[in-house]
């Protein structure tokens, strides 16, 4: 682990995997902690934080405390008794996961971190942490990913434990199938027997009563009997139209958590992972243009990524921007939701830093105004669809050369100064409230 430092009475580390973070979590917070206290006679620090990054496993760097010879109690061996099955049943492919969609191969960024930590709690401890998890968002943000991704780390946890994931049409189909051949006991069976149940789309129940009969006899009984069960829907449970108000306030039983669209640097380190797992050459500035074209759909950015690159390996091109502009003309970022009025950028900014909206339009050159200016256009390039010359334009007929060089600047100054990197985020965090 690198040691990030630490801020605000947290220590702050950053680990390459989710495994090694729950290691870290589990073992080894109070030998830390201790040691820490004992470096310092004050201690600095008095909780630390593990920050999954996966850029530190790509660095092939590996656990750096061997966790056997740290002489924390391991934690009491889960019971296993009533997990015991014959071992066709605990195979992998009945659990339906796809092996793609794991935890290591999720980029964290503001927009999912919440969502992550809250799967990562459930397949650590299943039925103990929140009962049901329901995971709701736009489409393209992870949220099969993090179910999937659920199953895959519950499994390298607890032997014999038994997943299984399901789509919701699936689940519809295989109870038509059951009704229409008398085998509602293999239904049944198939998914009441189960540790943890994960559930996709649950909006497509809409208005199918007996399926949603069937369903809510699923959840209760696993439920009852301490299982997991996780849910994800496009919308949360009091949109979920079409649905019986029982089975909605069920759905709210345990925790409820959203994906939202990821912030521009997050977009890059998703293309940079996915890049680096399909052995894609593509070069820096490719990926932050991609990024920046596709904004709303975690899944239509890594189209667009396989889409440049595939293009220049066919034609035997170079891949740049110009290349990339070329293959990407026709796609326009359209999702209007992701899109927040210039207006509301520049209110929520000057509100942040306690300024009026006329600071921001001014000529204002103080350190602090400047600063939040800039954050402003940052703010206005990203989440907006104007360009450059329209952004200048708003802020009292500026060149748009500033506003490129104000974008510049905050996009490094974010990656250096973590205070920085929180302003952004926390005004990006309210917007986004706006927008919704
Ligand atoms: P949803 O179920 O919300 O529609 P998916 O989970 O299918 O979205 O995600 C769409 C694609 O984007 C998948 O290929 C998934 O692996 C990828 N993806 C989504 N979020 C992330 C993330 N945080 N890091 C890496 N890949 C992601
Ligand atoms: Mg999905």
Known sequence: ??????????????VPNELTAAQ??????????????????????????????????????????????????????????????????????????????????????????????????????????????????DSGLGKTHLLHAIGDYALSLYTGIRVRYVSSEEFTNDFINSIANNRGSAFQARYRDVDILLIDDIQFLQG??????????????????????????????????????????????????????????????????????????VPDEVLEYIATKVSSNIRELEGALIRVSAFASLNRSTLDISLAQTVLRDIVDTDDANIISPTDIITATAQYFRLSVDDLYGSSRSQAVATARQIAMYLCRERTNLSLPKIGQLFGNRDHTTVMYAYKKISELMKERRSIYNQVSEITTQLGRVGR
């Open 1 to 14: 682990a690198v040691a990030q430092g630490v801020m605000s009475g947290t220590l702050y580390l950053d």
């Open 24 to 137: 870290m979590n589990k073992r080894l917070r109070t030998p830390i902690m201790e040691a820490l206290a004992h470096v310092h006679a004050e201690p600095a620090a008095s909780t630390f934080r593990v920050v999954v990054n996966p850029e530190l496993a790509d660095a092939h760097l590996t656990m750096p405390v061997p966790i056997q010879s740290v002489s924390a109690p391991a934690p009491a061996p889960r019971p296993t008794e009533e997990y015991v099955e014959p071992v066709s049943t605990a195979s992998r492919s009945d659990t339906r996961l796809n092996p793609k969609y794991t935890f290591d191969n999720f980029v964290i960024g503001q927009s999912n971190r919440f969502a992550h930590a809250a799967a990562v709690a459930v397949a650590e401890a299943p039925a103990k942490a929140y009962n049901p998890l329901f995971i709701y968002g």
């Open 208 to 281: 199918r009563a007996e399926t949603q009969e069937a369903f809510f006899h699923t959840f209760n009984t696993l439920h009852d009997h301490d299982k997991q069960v996780v849910i994800t829907s496009d919308v949360p449970p009091r949109h979920l139209t079409g649905f019986e108000d029982r089975m909605r306030s069920r759905f709210e039983w345990g925790l409820i958590t959203d994906v939202q669209a990821p912030d521009l640097e997050t977009r890059i380190a998703i293309l940079r992972k996915k890049a680096q797992s399909e052995r894609l050459l």
